[in-house]
């Protein structure tokens, strides 16, 4: 290994906490832990693709050592200086340990990173011409000419008086979008497509929806070229579009900034939170804490393995194998103290520095494991996320499963966690696609999903409730294919899900047919009306009111095209689902008894009623029989004022007449109805809607109506 000379700036010890690169007055402390190194270096560069540093400082003596932290203080250095880790110690990964000084490290609490990485440099063997029987051979190729920097920052940012819009969860609708896909298309018409910036350009639309809070797809710093892939059918190179690989999780993705990425990252992505909640939107971040980009034993060394692989990964048996939990060839030892608190402080920091307000956790049963991958009943890493002080008030939702069949779908620990609620998803697709005795879980699931959560003392509001997300079909696909074809991804179909619980509507894929076309565009409001009007916090895909399709590919994790961007292109005829999608937010958010904080007891309300009863096309006929389609909701009102409302849902192939019963005021109007052809939201708080005559009404095959007791 070539050494750079020794730097000529003067080095002290310093404090060993906090971590990372801090600026102070007169130079920058540097933190860094490795438990079972024997010697560290520091590295200042100049470039972020310089694979030699313009200066080298070995951390030696007991000084620059306390416990297990090694630190120091480099006077002169201010902020934009480059700077990367190297660590030597044992190299033997049938101990644990895979300490490589050719390689050099990123800090795990880096604030920002420059440059790409190249993987032939980083690999474990650094593709070295031995063949697969040698994967783990410690590599002799230095790394630093492929490898990212890390920036020293200064975080001073002038929020301006920036307060949380902190959205009750009562409130709260959310929208799942990746950064860059949102305004990446040129349709888009933005001056700064697929950055923070071209996202807060689109904050207009994200008012006219209605949307509280959107989800982010991971936002911290991945490798984008990490898949070697090719798409069989153009050739073209596919990479790491959703960003679930983390590598640096205080740094922001700097590709997604027009600012440039030498710390323009950092700052823009701050704009984008302060101008978030000044249109009253929340921020919640996916966040990917069971893996990280380093891989199984034949992956690249880029930080944690470098530093202390046996601490920071859980390790199989020979310990020179990683379990996999995560399905991506490493799992993080989350549960490991040091672990457990690298993970608190990105969150805090997230949190104080960024002002998010939120997290979604990412396959979050991994959190719930221990060193042995055995799932804790109280697992200590779950409770301190739930109890931590600087977290409170912050929203934190669990993808309450992992890739190795842990699923806690209701059972997730923790009364304060809410969950992505697949169970919901799963059932309503069952209905709406014509399945057999599917009332009575959409029945539950409309309810707020009481099976799952009140016997632990949760809420309906502990339950996302969704139809679409990232992975899977979109809702224009949900109803146009029964097949996945994802053929483009280089995987020969054997990637994303084989079962998606979808109904074409009687063509696979695309048709010109009016009637196949009609048929889906009002399934797709069904399956909206359903979402938006059941008790509990619904999540919406980005570009699904807009009719967005990826062609049938379910897993389009490696599409940074047209394929995964929202397509904004012919936007006036898209007009109508837009309305129907911002109108059904809006009579969500204007009606209490649609967003209960409560279950259903089955007494009576303000009006006497019970707060809900259920009914087939028959008042007072059970909906529950196995071959029954149809279910109506007749629910009282839950605050002083409001109306009662009564819902009718009705699945089947054929047109179906309802009773009604007699309103305990006013007259029944029609707010929505799914079979109109034009897609209208019928009713809004100006318009009353259109009075129901008798006490019957016609629903279309496969249809939806709400109707409201108003004068």
């Known amino acids: 290994m070539k050494l750079a000379p020794r730097g000529s700036r003067r080095i002290r010890p310093a404090r060993p906490t906090p971590l990372g690169a801090t600026l102070t007055r007169g130079g920058v402390r540097f933190a860094v832990f490795a438990r079972h190194a024997t010697r560290v270096w520091l590295e200042i560069y100049a470039r972020p693709k310089d694979s030699e540093p313009v200066e080298r400082y070995e951390l030696t003596g007991a000084e620059y050592r306390i416990g297990d932290i090694w630190c120091a203080f480099l006077e002169g250095l201010g902020e934009g200086t480059l700077y990367g880790f190297r660590a030597e110690g044992p190299y033997e990964p049938s101990r644990g340990h895979r300490y490589n000084p050719y390689k050099l490290l990123l800090d795990p609490y880096a604030r920002a990173v420059t440059g790409s ?78 950055t923070y910036r071209g996202l807060m350009e689109r904050i207009p639309y994200l008012q006219r929806l209605g949307v509280t809070a959107v989800e982010l797809l991971p936002v911290q710093e991945f490798d984008h070229r990490e898949n070697p892939k090719q798409n069989p059918l153009t050739g073209e190179w596919l990479g790491n579009y959703w960003g679930y690989s983390t590598v640096c999780f205080f740094a922001p993705v700097s590709r997604y900034s027009s600012a440039g990425g030498l710390g323009g990252q950092v700052h823009e992505f701050k704009e984008l939170v302060k101008a978030l909640h000044r249109a009253g939107i929340e921020v919640i971040l996916d966040v990917v804490f069971n893996h990280t980009s380093e891989g199984d034993e034949t992956g690249p060394t880029l930080c944690f393995r470098g530093l202390d692989n046996l601490v920071y990964y859980m390790l199989e048996e020979d310990l020179a194998r990683y379990k996999n939990y995560s399905g991506c060839g490493n799992t993080f030892n989350c549960n490991h103290p040091l672990v457990r608190d690298f993970i608190l402080d990105s969150l805090r920091y997230w949190v104080v520095e960024m002002h998010v307000d939120g997290f979604r956790f990412d396959l979050a049963s991994v959190l719930g494991r221990d060193p042995k991958g055995e799932l804790l009943a109280n697992p200590p890493l779950v409770e301190r996320i739930a109890e931590d002080p600087v977290l409170a008030g912050r929203k934190i939702i669990a993808e309450a499963w992992d890739a190795a069949g842990a699923y806690q779908v209701g059972s997730f620990p923790g009364e304060r966690w809410a969950e992505w609620n697949g169970r919901y998803r799963d059932d309503t697709r069952r209905f709406w696609r014509g399945e057999e005795g599917q009332v009575p879980s959409l029945a539950t699931r409309l309810a707020g999903s009481s099976d799952l959560y009140q016997t632990s003392g949760r809420s309906p509001l502990h339950s996302i409730n969704f139809v679409t997300c990232h992975d899977g079909f979109t809702l224009a696909d949900l109803v146009s294919y029964e097949r996945k074809r994802n053929l483009a991804n280089g995987e020969d179909n054997r990637d994303g899900a084989d079962d998606n619980l979808s109904w074409n509507c009687g063509v696979e894929g695309e048709t010109a047919d009016p009637g196949i076309l009609e048929l889906r565009r009002r399934q797709a409001r069904n399956f909206l009306t359903t979402l938006l009007l059941s008790q509990g916090v619904p999540m919406l895909l980005a570009g699904d009111e807009l009719g967005r399709t990826q062609g049938g590919n379910n897993n389009a994790y490696c599409q940074d095209n047209p394929t995964s961007w929202v397509d904004w292109s012919e936007i006036e005829l898209r007009e109508p689902l837009i309305d129907f999608v911002s109108g059904l937010i809006a009579l969500r958010q204007r009606f209490a008894a649609l967003r209960r904080s409560d279950f259903f007891t089955g007494n009576p309300r303000l009006d006497g009623r019970p707060d809900v009863s259920w009914h087939s096309t028959r008042l007072g006929e059970s909906p529950f029989g196995r071959e029954n389609h149809c279910l109506a909701c007749h629910l009282s009102a839950l605050e002083e004022g409001e109306p009662e409302l009564y819902l009718m849902l009705n699945g089947g192939g054929a047109d179906e007449t309802f009773e009604l019963p007699g309103p305990a005021a006013g007259e029944w109007r029609r707010l929505v109805d799914t079979a109109d052809a034009e897609g209208r939201w019928i009713g809004s708080p100006e318009d009353a809607g259109a009075v129901v005559p008798g006490r019957k009404i016609a629903l279309g095959s496969r249809s939806v109506v709400l109707l409201a007791a108003l004068p």
């Open 117 to 194: 990485f190249d993987w032939r440099l980083a690999d474990a063997r650094g593709f070295d011409p031995m063949g697969p029987e040698h994967a783990l051979a410690q590599s002799r190729l230095d790394s630093a000419g492929g490898c990212p920097k890390c920036i020293v920052l200064d975080d001073r940012f002038d929020w301006e008086g920036d307060r949380p819009p902190r959205v009750p969860w009562d409130r709260t609708v959310i929208y799942e979008l990746h950064v860059r896909g949102f305004t990446a298309d040129p349709s888009s018409r933005v001056p700064h497509p697929g």
